[in-house]
């Protein structure tokens, strides 16, 4: 429970700026000791210094005059003026780097074969582990996957796998809307990948080609 202190006007103290509890009323009462606490100290009229007179006139000038409405119009209609900085998305896209990791894809070469390999360099490196493989030995002795899945749910865009591929064949595209109502839709077979390589085939080479220097 707390106590208003009531106290006798002085020219020097003015009030006690917090509330006490009735121990504390007590222990003031029959205590000898100055308080140490700021804060139930009396507030001093000395203390408080005057406005200066320039601060006065220049708060009354922006009241009277109304100059921060009026910056606020200026600067709205400076920026009304100026290049927008958004874009309407989606019916507008803004440009991606060439290195911009999206969906995933398997490239195939220009004659349709597959370029992947079967080294699973790519299932190795994958930190998250998301990616698993299969692999089968064809007729001619050539290595190919059976089954190539990426969990996309799992995936942290690293590029590790791309960085990996000694071929070019696991690549992470520009596509990044691929948004899926179901969990189901982000799990990603062989036959997924490859249509996403179809697909994006041209802008992935292009990407690819103007960053084979530096690679």
């Not at 390999?117 to 064809?138: F, M, N, T, W, Y």
């Not at 990426?150 to 865009?157: R, V």
Request: with cysteine; hydrophobic share 35%; net charge neutral.
């Amino acid at each position: 429970m707390s106590l208003h202190i009531a106290i006798r006007h002085s020219s020097k103290l003015l009030f006690y700026p917090k509330t006490s509890s009735v121990a504390t009323l007590a222990g003031r009462s029959f205590s000898s000791k100055p308080s140490t606490n700021d804060l139930e100290k009396p507030v001093l009229k000395d203390n408080i210094l005057p406005t200066p007179w320039s601060e006065v006139l220049d708060n009354s000038s922006k009241v009277f005059f109304l100059t921060e409405i009026m910056r606020a119009f200026l600067l709205a209609g400076e920026a009304f003026f100026k290049p927008k900085a958004t874009i309407n998305y989606p019916f507008e896209h803004g440009a991606l780097s060439p290195r911009f990791r999206g969906e995933h894809a398997l490239r195939r070469y220009p004659s349709g074969e597959e370029r992947c390999i079967a080294c699973k360099l790519c299932e190795a490196a994958c930190p998250a582990q998301a990616i698993s493989i299969e692999v089968a030995e064809r007729e001619d002795g050539a290595r190919r996957t059976t089954r190539y899945d990426i969990d996309m749910t799992k995936c942290i865009y690293c590029g590790f796998c791309q960085e990996a591929c000694p071929v070019d064949a696991i690549v992470e595209g520009p596509n990044f809307e691929f948004a899926t109502e179901t969990h189901e839709e982000l799990l990603y077979d062989k036959e997924k990948l490859l249509s996403n390589g179809d697909k994006w085939e041209r802008q992935i080479a292009k990407n690819l080609m103007s960053e084979h220097l530096y690679r």
